[in-house]
């Protein structure tokens, strides 16, 4: 497999190929069923623009009181588990054993975009954060362990993998904008990104 290391991201393009997009999109679709999208805010009480839910033991969730991790919906329902396609992703782009905790499902419509940011709520930061990208291009911006600083830019397309891991683990990153339409693997357009998390 290709591998691009880019300010310590390791960046596998197409990893996945289209039959297995389309197996994850399916998986995707029943782990909605019983956990749907919902539009989270952020403590401050800022809608996001992205519609969010997850799999696994745990979910993250923000709302007024602060980022965390949950085992519930906040709608009340249990997480579903993780699917095994994307366990074995996991497996096979960090070689460890233990299993990622959270799956956390980020969906993207036109106008959605993700700030800078740090993945920081996690219990053990040794472990690395692995995202999966679906459907249309996302502008990727990876920063620096401090915020600011000099950035680079990839565009994600859909089956290419991340692992953010070693001294990039904390590195701020985010993503500007998508290319609405770009991709023909979700009918209706759009971007899903899932990163799987050790939380503890
Ligand atoms: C996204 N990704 O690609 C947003 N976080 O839509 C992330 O925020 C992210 O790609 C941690 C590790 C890898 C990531
Ligand atoms: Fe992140």
Not at 150 to 168: F, N, P, Q
């Amino acid at each position: 497999m290709q591998k691009i290391i880019q300010k310590g991201f390791e960046i596998y393009p197409g990893l996945l190929p289209r039959s297995d997009q389309q197996g994850l999109v399916s998986d995707l679709r029943a782990c909605l069923q019983q956990a749907p999208l919902f539009a989270p805010r952020t403590p401050g009480a800022k809608p996001m623009s992205i519609r969010m839910s997850a799999a696994g033991r745990l979910g993250w969730v923000t709302d007024q009181r602060g980022y965390r991790y949950e085992p519930r919906h906040p709608d009340g329902m249990g997480w579903p588990p993780i699917p095994a396609a994307v366990l074995a992703i996991w497996a096979q782009v960090t070689g460890l054993d233990r299993q990622p905790d959270c799956c956390l499902i980020n969906w993207y419509g036109q106008s959605a975009r993700m700030g800078l940011h740090q993945d920081k709520d996690e219990g053990d930061f040794a472990f690395p954060v692995v995202s999966i990208s679906l459907g249309d291009d996302g502008l990727f911006r990876m920063g620096n362990v401090e915020r600011g600083g000099k950035t680079e830019s990839i565009w994600l397309g859909s089956g290419d993998v991340v692992v953010m891991g070693g001294a990039a683990r904390l590195a701020y990153h985010g993503i500007d904008r998508i290319r609405f339409g770009s991709s023909t693997l979700l009918p209706k357009g759009g971007r899903i990104n899932l990163t799987l998390r050790v939380v503890r």
